[in-house]
Structures are given as structure tokens and as C-alpha cells.
């Protein structure tokens, strides 16, 4: 049976579950460890080879496309020479290794959960629309891994894909480009510059365009900190955001369990430290 009245409020809920499992990829030392041992050098290959191993041997420019928020010079250093040390496929092996021995670490409980939840939510991905969202239909048609708690990772991955895609149609259709993305975050919540310029690679010079086409739309202030306007906007593209991001949850007959048991999951990975947000 259906849940009609699923909506964006349980969307984001379950956003904050699926982000933590989703994202240690990129920040624990097994999925490093991983991709070095598969061929790849330093971590911004490992980051874009891996995340875009689903789409193949995927080029500089369509990942620059799909990804958004980050500085081009990154995408075009890492790829395609990822390609020439590690095909797809064991990157995406690699990938799935390291995710799979960083949850077992972090998460003792994670096996059970992963045996609890994984069907579900590969029927919630199963339910997703793919239109319009190419990181998300190349997550969503892999070949399931062997591994249970991979399997499970990678069903929140293509669920946080699905999120994503959705995300980035929305700031294009803002005239947000992804440095003015990041400068706009960063300003709302009160984050630090060094992290949101360089965790995407943004030039000082890159940064300070885009806190004047920020001013100019009434963004910022002088100072350089968010308008109520900013804050406005921000709100409503969150909620738009999650908005997309709902429909699929339908498919679920106990949603508000599922969510509950992946609450502690995502609460050990946040509590690890290991994730630098």
C-alpha cells in the first residue's frame, strides 16, 4: 500500500539519514586506501573517478556538468586520466570495498540494518523518476553488490543522486552557477570560507565574482554576509528541493521505520568526526 500523504518533510527527514550513510565514501581512510590500491593517485581522482564510475568512463565535461558545484581545473586534473589507470568497473569494486569496511568500523549494528532496510529502499529507488537525473539513473541501474552492506550504501547513493539531480536542476534554473552556489551556502549558514572555497577548488578570484553577482541580486550585503532576501531564497530552495526529492518514499509501506532505523546508523558516522560538515 501506498502512503499518499508522503511529502517533503519526511523527504528531508530521510535526507538526514541518507546523507551521513552516503557520504563517508569520501572521507574515511578505507575508501581511500581503496581507490589507491585500484590505481587511482590522490584523493580528488579517487573523488571523481569514483562518483562517476556509474556513468561509465564519463569525460571531464559531463562531469563538470552533472556535479555543479565544482571548480572545472579539479574535474579536468583528475579525468579522464583516471580512466587510464583504473577502468569503471574497478572503481566502482574499489568503491564498494572501501564504503562497506568503513560502515562495518563505524556502525557495529550496520549488517542487521542493512538486512532490515535494504530492500525498501531499493524499491523507493526503483520508484524514482529518472528524468532529468543522469547521476541518479546510472546509480540506480548498477548491477547490485555482493556485499549486504554495500548494497545498502549503494541504494542511499542513488538516493542521495536523486536528491542531487534535483538539487542542480533547481540552482540552473536560478542562474546559480556552482561557485555562487557555494558562496550563497556559505553566507546562510554561516560557514567558513576556507572550507566551502576549497573543499570545490574555487579561486579567490572565482570567489569574490561571485559575492558580487550575489550583491548585485540583493544576496548579500556589503559585508559580505546573507540578506533576508538570501535567507528567503535559500529556505524556498530547500524546500523545493526536498519537494522533488518526495515522491518515491511512496512506494514505502512503513516509512517512518525505516527511517528510524537508520536514524542510529547515520548518528554513528556523524558522531565519528570523520565528516568535515
Known amino acids: 500500500m501506498q502512503n499518499a500523504g508522503m511529502d517533503e518533510v519526511f523527504a528531508r527527514d530521510m535526507y538526514t539519514v541518507i546523507e551521513p550513510l552516503s557520504v563517508v565514501t569520501y572521507f574515511s581512510p578505507e575508501s581511500r586506501a581503496a581507490y589507491k590500491e585500484a590505481g587511482l593517485r590522490g584523493y580528488w581522482m579517487g573523488y571523481f573517478a569514483g562518483r562517476a564510475a556509474p556513468l561509465g568512463a564519463a569525460g571531464p565535461g559531463t562531469v563538470e556538468a552533472l556535479f555543479h558545484s565544482f571548480n572545472a581545473r579539479l574535474v579536468y586534473r583528475a579525468l579522464p586520466d583516471a580512466w587510464s589507470f583504473a577502468s569503471p568497473q574497478d572503481v566502482l569494486t574499489a568503491r564498494w570495498a572501501g564504503v562497506a569496511a568503513a560502515l562495518r568500523r ?15 529502499l531499493e524499491t523507493v529507488v526503483a520508484a524514482a523518476d529518472p528524468t532529468g537525473r543522469a547521476l541518479f539513473a546510472a546509480n ?3 548491477p547490485a553488490p555482493a ?10 547513493s542513488a538516493l542521495r543522486e536523486h536528491r542531487g539531480d534535483g538539487h542542480v536542476a533547481l540552482l540552473t534554473a536560478d542562474s ?27 579561486s579567490e578570484e572565482d570567489w569574490q565574482q561571485a559575492t558580487e553577482t550575489l550583491r548585485a541580486r540583493g544576496f548579500l550585503t556589503e559585508e559580505g554576509t546573507a540578506t533576508d532576501t538570501a535567507r ?9 528541493t526536498d519537494t522533488l526529492a518526495a515522491p518515491p518514499y511512496t512506494a514505502l509501506t512503513n516509512p517512518h521505520e525505516i527511517r528510524e532505523i537508520l536514524r542510529p546508523a547515520a548518528q554513528a558516522v556523524t558522531a565519528s568526526g570523520e565528516l568535515p560538515f
Open 140 to 142: 540506480r541501474d548498477l
Open 147 to 156: 556485499d549486504p552492506v554495500a548494497r545498502l550504501w549503494q541504494a542511499t
Open 232 to 240: 528567503t531564497f535559500h529556505a524556498s530552495l530547500e524546500h523545493r
Open 176 to 202: 546559480l552557477n556552482g561557485v555562487e552556489a557555494n558562496r550563497l551556502a556559505m553566507a546562510v549558514r554561516e560557514g567558513t570560507e576556507q572550507w566551502y572555497r576549497e573543499s570545490r577548488g574555487h
Open 106 to 120: 563505524l556502525v557495529p549494528d550496520i549488517e542487521k540494518i542493512a538486512e532490515a532496510v535494504t530492500a525498501p
